[in-house]
Structures are given as structure tokens and as C-alpha cells.
């Protein structure tokens, strides 16, 4: 088993629920989060230096601003890693930055708290 | 790569967040959650709160970067000199695949320059 653990844009969270459902991974767990990355571009205070107002310009490469995303953890049998992932690219990609990541991650072990059955069974689609 | 999981102080995390930008580490995600530790929460006369609010800010970084990742986020972190109670839990884990969703490039632990949870910029 793998967690699949993507950051995504906001605006895109109704297009991946649809994207994963028509490809066979109805479920996972999605959370609001706020992040930031390498390239982080302020761009009210980058327009503002542009017009060189000083407040702006002393802001200039101090980027503590956090931005809202959605955070989904889906878990998967290994076999359909791949699918999930594809999944995401295709239906977040607009090729800008802030587009996101996606981590795998290994699962040791899961469970199903309503039968007990553990392992891939726990996974299955009833 | 690694994923270092970090729950810390909600006070402290602009610490954090400022201490890991000045070390070359600006990717990182936040959320805000609750929780308790080893002391069992906090009792405050008869009543006990156990469920504190803390923030798990999350970054995956090269293997080689760990160490030094965890101790930018420990000197933040910590409260007074020596630190004291409720100061956090770090938990360091295994990433196996990092993927860039702009590019759809998997990254690779050389060639990534560093890869954080969260690709900011652009319209959000």
C-alpha cells in the first residue's frame, strides 16, 4: 500500500474528486492547508515595487505570506499509484507554478474499523 | 527524499517558517490541529485541556538535508533556553516518488533543487 499525499490549487478540488472518481479511486480525505514553495512571488508587493512605493520595495524578498491550499491523502493499493498520480497531473496541470506536488509515500498497514480485515482487502472496493 | 513532520507551538511557527526560509528550506505546508502529549494536557484547576491547538507544518527535503532541517526547526521551536513542555514533536518519514504537478516531472533526490509540500505562486 501507498499514500498518495497531493498539495493542490483550491480551485481545482471539484475537477480532481471527478478526475479520481471516473478513474476507479473514489475515496480519499482532502484538508485545507496553507503552504508556500520555492518560488513564491508576492505579486501586490512585486506591482507595488514596480511603481516604487519604498514600503513595497522593503518587502521585496521577505516572503512570510502563506498560501491557501487543499491537501489530499489518498490511499492506494501499488498497483494503482501510477493511475492516481497521471490522474492528478491531468486534471491539475496549467503548467504555472503553484500547480503543486505529490508525494508517495509507504504504508505499513491498513485496516478497515468497520470488519477489522487488514492489508489490500482493507482497500478493496466492496 | 524525506518528509519532516513538525507539530509546534501555533506561536511559534512564524519562528519556524522565518528560521527554515533563512536556511534555503521555503517550501512548506501548514495546517492547524489539536492534540495532546505525554503530560496528558493541561489542568488548570478541575479542568484539564487536552485537546491543545498546535501546527503541523510539513516539508520534504533531500535525505542529506535532514539533519540540518531538524535542527533549524528545534532551535525555533523551543521555548526559553532549555525548552519546556509543549514544545512539539518532530517525525521524520519516508518519501518514495516526488512529483511537480506543473511539469509533471518526477523529481529525483540529486536533481531537485528542493522540493517542498507546497508549489506556491500563481493565482492560488
Do not use: H
Not at chain 2, 507539530?7 to 492534540?35: N, Q, W, Y
Not at chain 2, 519546556?84 to 518519501?95: C, E, L, M, T
Request: net charge positive; hydrophobic share 40%.
Amino acid at each position: 500500500m501507498k499514500e498518495v499525499m497531493a498539495i493542490i490549487r483550491i480551485n481545482m478540488i471539484n475537477k480532481t474528486k471527478k478526475a479520481l472518481a471516473d478513474a476507479g479511486i473514489p475515496s480519499f480525505m482532502a484538508r485545507e492547508c496553507l503552504g508556500r514553495g520555492k518560488g513564491v512571488v508576492d505579486f501586490s508587493v512585486l506591482r507595488g515595487a514596480e511603481k516604487g512605493y519604498e514600503e513595497a520595495i522593503s518587502q521585496l524578498g521577505q516572503t512570510q505570506r502563506l498560501i491557501p491550499k487543499r491537501w489530499l491523502t489518498i490511499v492506494v493499493p501499488d498497483k494503482l499509484v501510477r493511475r492516481t498520480v497521471e490522474t492528478i497531473i491531468s486534471a491539475n496541470q496549467t503548467g504555472k507554478a503553484g500547480d503543486g506536488k505529490i508525494f508517495v509515500l509507504p504504508i505499513a498497514e491498513v485496516y478497515r474499523v468497520r470488519t477489522g480485515e487488514a492489508g489490500d482487502r482493507a482497500l478493496d472496493e466492496a | 527524499m524525506v518528509m519532516v513532520r513538525a507539530i509546534v507551538r501555533p506561536e511559534k511557527t512564524d519562528a519556524v517558517l522565518e528560521a527554515l526560509m533563512d536556511a534555503g528550506f521555503p517550501a512548506v505546508t501548514k495546517v492547524s490541529v489539536v492534540g495532546r502529549g505525554k503530560q496528558r494536557g493541561i489542568k488548570i484547576g478541575e479542568i484539564t485541556y487536552d485537546e491543545l491547538p498546535k501546527e503541523l507544518l510539513i516539508t520534504v527535503v533531500k535525505s542529506k538535508d535532514k539533519d540540518y532541517v531538524i535542527k533549524t526547526i528545534m532551535q525555533a521551536a523551543r521555548s526559553g533556553s532549555s525548552g519546556s513542555f509543549g514544545d512539539g514533536k518532530i517525525f521524520v518519514s519516508p518519501v518514495e516518488e516526488v512529483y511537480t504537478v506543473s511539469s509533471g516531472v518526477k523529481d529525483e533526490d540529486d536533481l531537485v533543487a528542493q522540493a517542498g509540500a507546497a508549489d506556491a505562486g500563481g493565482e492560488g
